[in-house]
Every structure is written in C-alpha cells, then in structure tokens.
C-alpha cells in the first residue's frame, strides 16, 4: 500500500476518534478548551500512524489500535505543552499557533497538559471494547507509563534540561533522544505488534528498528531547527542555538549528522527485513522520517 494514501485516510480516522473522545469528556468547559486547542491543533500525527501501520504489518484490523493510538497523541500532546511553558523551553508557537500558555495562561497549560496525560489512560480502558484481553491491556497500559514516564520521556527531558548549556557527549545526546523522544515512538510500534499478536522475537526485532527510527527522527529534527522553514515546521527556527542545546550538527557537524541520519535509516530498514511482514508500510515510514521537512 502506498503510504502517502495510508497517511491521508488514517489521520482523518484518529481525528475523529481523538474528537470523539474528547467529546464524551464532562469537565470545565475552559480545560476543555485548552486541551482541544493543543489537539486540534494539528500536527503529524506520526505516532497513531506508528501503531495503526505496525497492525497493518501484522494483517490486524486497524481499528484495534485506535485507543492505543489516541491515547499515545494525548501524551505526545500533553509532553509538548509542557515543554513549551516559560519554565522550560519557553516557546510561542507550536504547530503553527501560539502556544497553549500564551492563550490560556500558565496554570492553564499545566493543567490541560495534567489532564491529556491522565485521560490517556481512560481511553486505553476501551480496548477491552474491542475484545482486547485484559491482561494484555494492563501491559500496554505499563509500557505505555513506563515510555512516558521517570523511565522514558521525563526522565530524557530532565537530562535534556540538565544538559542545557553543558558540554555532552554523543552518549549523553543519544541517552537524552532515545527517552524524551525514542520510547514514545518505540512504544508506538511495540504497541501495534503486540495487539497485532507478534512473537516475543519479532516484538524484540521491532524495539531495535524502533531505537534506529527514534534517533533518526531526532537527527532530522536538529537538522531542521537549522535548515527547516519556519512556516513549515510551525515553529522558529534556531531555537536549540538560543537554548545552547547540543544537537546532533552541533556535535558532529552539520554533514556528520545527515551521514548519522543516513547510518540510523538503514539499519532500521536492516531490521526490518529480517521480520516477516505484510506490508511495507514500515520502510516506507523510514524513507519519510529521513526526509520529512516539518
Ligand atoms: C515531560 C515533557 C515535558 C517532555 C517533552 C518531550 C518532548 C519530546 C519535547 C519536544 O522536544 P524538543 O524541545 O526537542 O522539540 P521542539 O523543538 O519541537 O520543542
Ligand atoms: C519529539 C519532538 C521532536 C517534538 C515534535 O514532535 P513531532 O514532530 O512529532 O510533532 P507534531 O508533528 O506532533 O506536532
């Protein structure tokens, strides 16, 4: 199947769906407010289409994922209005908009943030709708806090800001990206094979393909905080220099990293070939995080 047709159909499904839970949520009307702004803001949506293309790849019915993937982009969302409050990266705009603090004030965003990360969990509550077994869902539930949380995205954000203005190794770096940003992504995948009933190997392949896919990602995010546009990827540029962040270019140079980038791609494309799959959907997804201008 052709991934651009996969991207354009899949991401109006999870918009409905994301919209639809929202919808059934009985809270103040102004946090309410808040969190659908972040939401229907826009975005990718790059890790539903992780989890709903991982299914695809196992031959599984889509629609399985789609609490998975919902609550996956809460998280995300939530991850990101934080990270651009004036306590930490101090950001105007996100996704082309300015950010969530700047139009429903501080206490606000962290409160709307608070509550994308906690209804995520009610929402994984519905796969036992879709016939899930429970004991499956209480994993996905554990790995889903554990690719969130002191393990996985926080803690890779507290190193982040540690780092801020410090001298990093590529360890270090790679120890920052492989939390804040890789476990969600990894976790995406992980997602999608173990509803798409995978084998404990090819679970153990896809997390290797997964760090590979994480780090790419973020390698061309560096990159286009240099050379991105702004109006495309809805944020200034720069804005890592002006944090004096290490990035990829920054370590290795600007051609380093595209040859990191280029290293990061095709092992994961490696990987992947030594798990049997029913779409190519997966590589596909590789080609377009190499090059992705936004
Ligand atoms: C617990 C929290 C708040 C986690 C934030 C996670 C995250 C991936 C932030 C964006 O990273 P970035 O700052 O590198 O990207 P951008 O340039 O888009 O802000
Ligand atoms: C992890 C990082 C680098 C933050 C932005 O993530 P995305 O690039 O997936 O952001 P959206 O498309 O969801 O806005």
């Known amino acids: 199947m052709d991934l651009q047709t996969f991207m354009k159909d899949r991401k109006k499904l999870v918009e409905d769906a994301l919209f639809s839970y929202m919808n059934a949520v009985k809270a103040p009307e102004v946090l309410l407010e808040s969190m659908n702004y972040s939401l229907k803001a826009g975005g990718k949506r790059l890790r539903p289409l992780l989890v709903l293309a991982t299914l695809k790849s196992f031959g599984k019915s889509e629609e399985l994922g789609m609490p998975v993937a919902c609550a996956v982009e809460m998280i995300h969302t939530y991850s990101l209005v934080h990270d651009d409050l004036p306590s930490m990266d101090d950001d105007d705009f996100r996704r082309g908009k300015p950010t969530n603090h700047k139009v429903f004030g501080e206490a606000m965003a962290i409160l709307a943030g608070d509550a994308l990360l906690t209804h995520s969990f009610e929402v994984m509550e519905d796969l036992l709708n879709y016939d899930v077994k429970p004991i499956k869902v209480v994993t996905l539930m554990k790995e889903l806090a554990k690719a969130a949380g002191p393990t996985g995205m926080v803690g890779g954000q507290v190193a982040d800001m540690e780092g801020e203005g410090a001298q990093l190794s590529l360890q270090d770096l790679e120890y920052i990206h492989r939390n804040k940003t890789g476990k969600l992504l990894g976790y995406s995948i992980v997602a999608g094979a173990i509803l798409g009933d995978a084998t404990e190997e090819q679970i153990s392949k896809l997390e290797q393909f997964a760090d590979h896919l994480g780090l790419a990602f973020q390698i061309r995010d560096d990159i286009l905080d240099i050379e991105g546009d702004a109006a495309k990827i809805g944020k200034p540029v720069g804005?890592?220099?002006?944090?004096?962040?290490?990035?990829?270019?920054?370590?290795?140079?600007?051609?380093?990293?595209?040859?990191?980038?280029?290293y990061h791609i095709k092992e994961a494309k490696r990987i992947?070939?030594?798990?049997?799959?029913?779409?190519?959907?997966?590589?596909?997804?590789?080609?377009?995080?190499?090059?992705?201008d936004h």
């Open 239 to 262: 804005s890592d220099t002006l944090n004096e962040k290490v990035t990829y270019p920054s370590l290795l140079t600007m051609n380093g990293a595209k040859e990191k980038l280029e």
């Open 272 to 292: 992947l070939e030594e798990i049997p799959l029913e779409s190519d959907l997966l590589g596909q997804l590789c080609d377009l995080i190499a090059k992705r």
